[in-house]
């Protein structure tokens, strides 16, 4: 090396070169990243998040209780750092603007630091290429324009642009390079705390380890091995000063986001994340957390392990094995062994993202010496100008085509739903004080943070899991409460706990973007209200109470307020500072003596016909290996497939609503047009064809021959109410050698007239009476409807406690009811629950109907079923102090005016015992002139004395038009499976606010009711038809 | 002088800030520099403790509250009352008369205690709905309503006869006669009842019927019962007798044509029943349930079941067809047809379907 302040003109050259790369680089950043940015960051994952956690700052800097969410939240739950610029930007422009803004700059202080860090290791040209190589890194685009991750960029930039410092000072030592070391430390964790974690390890490390070998190079072997030792002995005390003062930033500049963690451990389930999979098993995910980031790099991982084990880039070369081997996930148990109990907790993707940073120094050097190095003149001697040009060219080709496909992959496969205009629902919200109740959404994606950014009012829900802290929320694996249905049964359990107890939360309005979830919302007693002008679907929950004029909230101390506003901003600041200040008097080209990098060695090279003819073999070997495997794959792609593959196929193919593909599926010989059997599976929706999910199946052969089968298939079905098993006789038929299913048929029964005349009672709860701007005139009030509960009892089945009864409305108005019930042992109250889809919340004038209340705890962490698999039936008992001895019955009503379809029948009624487990069935028949879509039976049974000792939900599974009609089937349990605890009291029942019910004259087992002869420990089963009759779904 | 401090003046004004200032004809005081003369100047009365308590003045502002909304006739009493304020927004005196008009009656008997006049009424046992008021010191509520409805409880519950004979897969009109209670009155439009038939093989057929113009009405749609039956309303605790339910029976005309043929392409037996003709001079109707039966002479034998379409039902089946005779049952509803037979040419547009 040249003495120091003196550069040969090649390193002078090499300097300019690298500069004018990191120019070009920076541009690319700006025209490509910056170029796409405005256009894709609304499909990512994470962006909208952090646009709502900069708008909770913009609207109070120095207070970090965020109500909007959760019932509120702590902001010290998160770095503030990204979220404060954002927030300060917001001043000059709007959100989304602002977003946008912050991560570009977060991108070009990635692209200067990755030339930065990349100088310590190699020289400055192959610096200027590893630059280059991050604007076409395809985990670049993949975390910018698909997930969105702003505060990962912008840690990562500022935290490179510091370790020139950390290098300096340990090599050299000097106050400046350790305070601007601890700077960038201290805005690293503003930005984001895990990169300084796990940065200090993955690249401290091996950035001091390789100063440690700079010290040595500077102070040759002294004389003696002590001398030799101690030489390092100043540099190893600066390096744990440093760290030691690290740590100190790292706790000190978020000590609230510690203060909140170790005060409010996060007590919730583990999150299952994709990247934690096995990518064998899992594909798909393999695809989005592991090849698609490394792109092309990976096929550099040869050639990294090579340098490293050849070359002073060994520290480094280790770094991007380890995160190569922790990103591989579940894939193989290394990850598991390494990271212990955190590998339940971290996403593992962020190792890939690192090791795609670490390897571009290496890169850097590969393209430095393919171009104008070695490699390069070795190719052009052994294969020709024209094949060095084709791999170069190749090499960038791929590395565009693959970052640009990761940034256009959201528009190729959607990972959000179509962007939901948030401007209709604030002004709902705005208005007549739709906003002193919370809301939730359903179906919005990652939107619904971008909606909470746009309104003050609250929502039960959130989009930061790590926040939580309702028990109901915390205990279910869910990332938000609208993710449910892609979770199963117990994401909707979750769900269904909110939906069904809303008065406790003070959850009015739903907002849904999904019709999947219409028939839990409508049969657990919400009402469809309107749509608005963005297409989303308002729903309303009445006689819900109001929030609180003053809300409870975490007190967090002023001096963690301030701290918290003030330090990671003013880190962020001062290290902007420094970096300007460095850029103004030194650049960032400057060679200086403590740097080590490696150099490339000229040097001759003689086997050129050696590199010639293990190149030939190795592309023949490639090109008979790649044609092999095309004709294989074209093979097995041409079997036959077996009738029970193509039986899956199909349902799949309905399942996902590809209707060509599972029209070719049916028998060509025998199936009718396409249109015809599309108009098929149109007309017959309902809740399993419109609102199902397909979760399983299982198929049993009968009656076979050679060309012939019958089938009985089951399909488990997941709606929003429950998983259902429908049972279909399915034909599969050989033509050939392929099998086709044979078409199936519907009952083509003919609605008996062609106009129907009908009068029909309308009715309208007016509400606001006059012109008025009050929004609840007293004057304008309906009081509430006369109801009476009846019969109340609480039972016990299966290990499971229940409150039943009979509702009657003895009012001359419809009512809307509200049923609470709480367990009590020795006059303690234990649990509080609301009915669910057991109970006919909408009733007419003098209806009865039965109506049951389940009690149900909430998953908790010591569960098994925590850990495990999802199980469709799983039940989570109540944690109760003791088995309750009674219970008691708050219900009320309002008058309501929607929902009171009444014109379905029940024809052939029939009630039989099979096998010990008594059946109803019949055909539910469409009398009047609104197409059912889906149809509640609710059977209240009666035992021997008369009392309600059972009450039971069954859906009919398919929609029915005005005329048509539809087989039911439900079953009930065994009387001897219930067990009576207590008939509840009169002081036990509270209705509309009062004690004492009214002296009404209410049925009984005998009024209105059908016998259950021959069914034992039933005497009779009193029968309640609602509909819900929204268009139905296809 | 002697100055009171602190001293608060009780207002139940609308929109004053109480405890302020205090008008009078004189100006306008910081409550906190008043004094006992002046107090006295302003109608004040001062107590020893420091309150000031505002004399009442006369009735400016009356609002009314009748409820409950729905009075049963004959049954529940109504309950009438008044808030009435002065012009600072304080209640009024004591013992003044309120004059409530509720409906048709008119009571003048109350007086107001702590301001607030009630009274509990009787409201006439005819069913509508009815405006009211009230009076004080010449000055007059807002019009509010209450409604009266029919005593459900004493409505004789009766259905209204069917005329002739219910065909299958018609719309059949069931209502009861109009449903007035002792007093005469209507029920409400929306009240639900329950309509229950109970059919000769045990099974029910269960509606929903709705008071539309005094009545409750449903329809029944004929279709999957075996019979007509006896038909029970049922409103409350109250039921009607049974009214028998008769449903014309339909007979086949001749006996469904039946036919066999082979599939040899895939080594399976076609079958195709009908047009089944019926006597009352019409196909059998779309969608009635069939139900086929084919034993070969082997005793190898296959089921299949469905539905007409046009009169006609055809399926395949899982038969050998070189297993012939077959003998063949089948179903409908208008009965069961044995035939032995073999095989035939295969009929013109031939279609094999499925069955739901």
Redesign the interface.
């Known amino acids: 090396m040249p003495p120091h302040g003196l550069q040969t003109a090649q390193q002078t050259s090499e300097e300019s070169a690298g500069l004018r790369l990191l120019l070009v680089a920076l541009a690319g950043v700006v025209l490509f990243h910056g170029g796409l940015l405005p256009f894709t960051h609304g499909n990512t994952y994470d962006a909208f998040i952090h646009m709502f956690f900069g708008d909770s700052y913009h609207r109070s800097w120095f207070d970090p209780w965020e109500p909007r969410w959760y019932t509120g939240f702590a902001t010290t739950s998160y770095p503030p750092g990204t979220h404060m610029a954002i927030a300060g930007l917001m001043h000059l422009m709007p959100l989304r603007a602002a977003f946008v803004v912050v991560q570009l700059v977060g991108l070009l202080l990635l692209t200067v630091g990755v030339f930065r860090f990349s100088r310590l290791w190699v020289t400055a040209r192959p610096a200027g290429f590893a630059a280059l190589a991050l604007v076409l890194s395809s985990s670049i685009s993949e975390t910018v324009h698909l997930f969105g991750q702003l505060p990962t960029i912008f840690s990562l930039g500022v935290f490179l642009n510091g370790l020139p410092y950390v290098y300096r000072w340990i090599v050299i030592g000097g106050l400046p390079n350790l305070a601007a070391s601890v700077t960038f430390a201290s805005a690293t964790t503003a930005a984001h705390h895990v990169t300084t974690l796990f940065g200090g390890v993955l690249f401290i490390i091996p950035l001091a380890v390789q100063a440690l070998r700079a010290v040595a190079e500077l102070n040759p072997s002294p004389k003696s091995r002590l001398a030799s030792v101690l030489r390092f002995a100043r540099p190893f005390g600066r390096g744990i000063l440093l760290a030691v003062l690290m740590v100190g930033a790292m706790v000190l500049t978020v000590f609230p986001y510690w203060s909140w963690s170790i005060n409010d451990p996060i007590t919730q389930v583990p999150i299952p994340h994709g990247s934690r999979e096995s990518f064998i098993e899992r594909k798909d995910l393999g695809f989005v957390f592991f090849v698609l980031p490394w792109g092309i790099a990976i096929l550099f991982l040869p050639y990294v392990i090579y340098k490293t084990f050849t070359t002073r880039l060994l520290p480094l070369g280790l770094s991007v094995l380890l995160c190569f081997v922790l990103g591989t996930g579940g894939t193989t148990p290394i990850s598991r062994a390494i990271l212990h109990g955190a590998f339940d907790i971290l996403t593992l993707d962020r190792f890939t993202f690192w090791a795609t940073i670490l390897i571009l120094p290496f890169t850097g050097y590969m393209i430095d010496g393919l171009l104008l190095g070695r490699s390069g003149e070795v190719i052009r001697a052994a294969l020709g100008r024209g094949v060095h040009r084709m791999i170069v060219g190749g090499i960038f080709l791929s590395m565009t085509l693959i970052a640009a496909f990761a940034a256009i992959l959201p528009t190729i496969q959607p990972t959000q739903p179509r962007f939901i205009d948030p401007v209709p629902i604030a002004k709902f919200l705005e208005e007549d004080e739709h906003d002193r109740w919370r809301y939730l959404t359903l179906g919005f994606g990652d939107q619904f943070a971008y909606l909470s950014a746009q309104t003050e009012a609250m929502s039960v829900d959130g989009n930061y899991h790590s926040a939580r802290r309702l028990p109901d929320m915390t205990r279910f694996s869910v990332e938000r409460l609208e993710n449910a249905k892609y979770l199963g049964v117990p994401g909707l359990g979750s769900l269904r706990q909110f939906l069904v107890n809303a008065d406790s939360y003070n959850l009015r309005y739903v907002f849904s973007n999904d019709e999947f979830y219409d028939p839990i919302l409508h049969f657990t007693g919400w009402t469809r209200l309107n749509r608005l002008a963005n297409g989303v679907i308002v729903w309303e929950r009445q006689d819900v109470t109001p929030l609180p004029v003053f809300l409870p909230r975490r007190e967090i101390s002023p001096v963690h307020a301030i701290m918290w506003s003030v330090l990671p901003p003013t880190a962020l600041f001062m290290a902007a500072t420094i970096f300007f200040m460095t850029l103004l008097r030194r650049g960032f080209g400057g060679h200086s003596p403590e740097m080590r990098p490696l150099v490339a060695r000229p040097k001759d090279f003689s086997n050129v016909r050696l590199v010639r003819t293990v190149v030939l073999v190795l592309g023949g070997l490639a090109v008979i290996g790649a044609g092999t495997l095309a004709r294989w794959v074209w093979i097995e792609s041409q079997k036959p497939a077996p009738p029970e593959t193509v039986i899956e196929a199909y349902f799949d193919d309905l399942d996902f609503r590809r209707f060509q593909p599972a029209y070719d599926r049916l028998d060509p010989?025998?199936r009718?047009d396409f249109e015809e059997v599309m108009f098929n599976w149109r007309w017959r929706g309902g809740l399993l064809a419109s609102y199902g999910k397909l979760s399983d199946m299982r198929m049993v052969a009968h009656?076979?021959?050679?060309?012939?089968i019958?089938w009985t298939v089951e399909l488990d079905l997941l709606t929003s109410i429950n998983t259902r098993t429908e049972i279909l006789?399915?034909?599969t038929?050989?033509?050939g050698e392929h099998w086709f299913l044979?078409?199936?048929?519907?009952?083509?029964?003919?609605t008996?007239?062609r106009l129907q005349r009908?009068?029909?009672?309308a009715?309208n709860v007016v509400g606001r009476r006059q012109p008025r701007p009050e929004t609840d005139l007293?004057?304008d009030r309906?009081?509430r409807p006369?109801i009476a509960v009846s019969d109340a009892r609480l039972v016990q089945r299966n290990g499971r406690y229940s409150v039943l009864g009979a509702l009657t409305n003895a009012?001359?108005?419809?009512a809307f009811v509200s049923v609470f019930s709480s367990l009590i042992a020795k006059d303690e109250q234990m649990l509080r629950q609301s009915t669910g889809e057991v109970s006919s919340q909408r009733m007419?004038?003098?209806?009865?109907s039965g109506f049951r209340i389940d009690f149900e705890g909430v998953l908790s962490l010591e569960d098994e079923e925590a850990l495990g698999n999802f199980d469709p039936t799983l039940f989570i008992p109540p944690e109760l102090s003791a088995p309750p001895d009674t219970a008691s019955i708050e219900a009320r009503a309002v008058v309501a005016g929607r929902d009171l379809y009444?014109?379905?029948?029940?024809?052939?009624?029939?009630i039989a015992d099979k096998d010990g487990t008594p059946v109803v069935s019949?055909?539910a028949?469409n009398?009047?002139t609104e197409t059912a879509t889906i149809i509640r039976i609710i059977a209240l049974l009666y035992d021997d004395e008369g009392l309600p000792v059972w009450a039971e939900a069954g859906f009919v599974e398919t929609n029915i038009y005005p005329?048509q009609?539809a087989p039911f089937q439900f079953a009930l349990p065994a009387r001897d499976e219930i067990t009576v605890i207590a008939d509840l009291s009169q002081e036990r029942l509270m209705v509309n606010g009062s004690t004492m019910q009214a002296d009404l004259?209410?049925?009984?087992a005998r009024?209105?009711t059908?016998p259950m002869?021959g069914v034992d420990g039933y005497s009779t089963m009193r029968?309640h038809?609602s509909t819900f009759t929204y268009d139905p779904l296809f | 002088m002697k100055l009171l401090s602190p001293i608060a003046l009780v207002l139940l004004a609308n929109n004053a800030h109480a405890g302020d200032f205090v008008s009078d004809g004189f100006g306008l005081v910081p409550a906190t520099a008043i004094s006992e003369q002046r107090a006295a100047w302003a109608g004040l009365i001062v107590r020893p403790d420091g309150e000031i308590q505002q004399p009442p003045e006369d009735a400016e502002t009356v609002l009314i509250?009748v409820?409950?909304?729905?009075l049963?006739a004959g049954v529940d009493d109504g309950h009438a009352v008044t808030l009435n304020f002065d012009r600072h927004g304080n209640f009024v005196a004591d013992d003044l008369p309120v004059d409530f008009r509720l409906g048709p009656q008119r009571v003048t008997d109350p007086e107001t205690r702590y301001g607030i006049g009630d009274v509990l009424f009787r409201p006439d046992p005819s069913a509508g709905v009815f405006l009211t008021g009230a009076t004080i010191q010449e000055r007059q509520s807002?019009r509010?309503t209450y409604?009266v409805?029919a005593d459900?409880?004493s409505i004789k519950l009766q259905n209204q006869p069917v005329e002739g004979q219910l065909s299958f897969?018609?719309?059949a009109t069931l209502s009861t006669a109009p449903l007035t209670d002792k007093f005469g009155n209507v029920a409400?439009?929306?009240?639900?009842?329950?309509m229950?038939i109970t059919?000769g093989d045990?099974?029910?057929?269960?509606?929903?019927p709705?008071?539309?113009?005094g009545s409750a009405?449903?329809?029944?749609?004929t279709?999957?019962?075996?019979d007509g039956g006896a038909m029970t309303t049922?409103?409350?605790?109250v039921?009607s007798a049974a009214t028998d339910l008769p449903v014309q029976p339909l007979g086949d005309l001749v006996p469904a044509e039946l036919r066999l043929w082979a599939i040899p392409?895939?080594?399976?037996v076609a079958f195709r029943a009908g047009p089944i003709l019926t006597d009352a001079g019409h196909l059998l109707?779309?969608?009635a349930s069939v139900k086929v039966t084919v034993q070969g002479a082997s005793g190898a034998s296959?089921t299949a079941d469905?539905?007409l379409?046009d009169g006609t039902f055809q399926t395949?089946l899982?038969l050998?067809p070189k297993d012939g005779p077959f003998e063949v049952e089948f179903s409908t509803p208008l009965g069961t047809y044995h035939k032995r037979q073999s095989l035939r040419a295969a009929p013109g547009g031939m279609?094999?379907?499925?069955?739901?």
Not at chain 2, 67 to 70: N, T
């Open positions: 010989e025998t009718p009656n076979k021959t050679d060309n012939l019958d006789e399915v034909r038929v050989r033509r044979a078409p199936t048929n519907l009952r083509q029964v003919q008996p007239v009908e009068g029909t009672v009715w007293h004057r309906l009081d006369r009012d001359a108005d419809p007419l004038p003098a209806e009865t009444r014109g379905v029948a029940l024809n052939g009624v029939r019949g055909l028949v009398t009047g005329g009609s004259g209410l049925p009984t009024d209105g059908l002869n029968l038809v | 509250f409820g409950p909304k729905s049963v807002a509010a409604r409805t459900l409880e897969e018609t719309f409400n439009d929306g009240v639900s009842a329950k229950t059919h045990g099974a029910f057929t269960v509606l929903t709705v008071v539309s113009d009405q449903s329809k029944l749609l279709r999957d019962i075996p049922t409103l409350g605790l039921a392409e895939i080594e399976a109707n779309d969608g296959a469905g539905w379409l395949f899982t050998d279609a094999l379907e499925g069955a739901e």
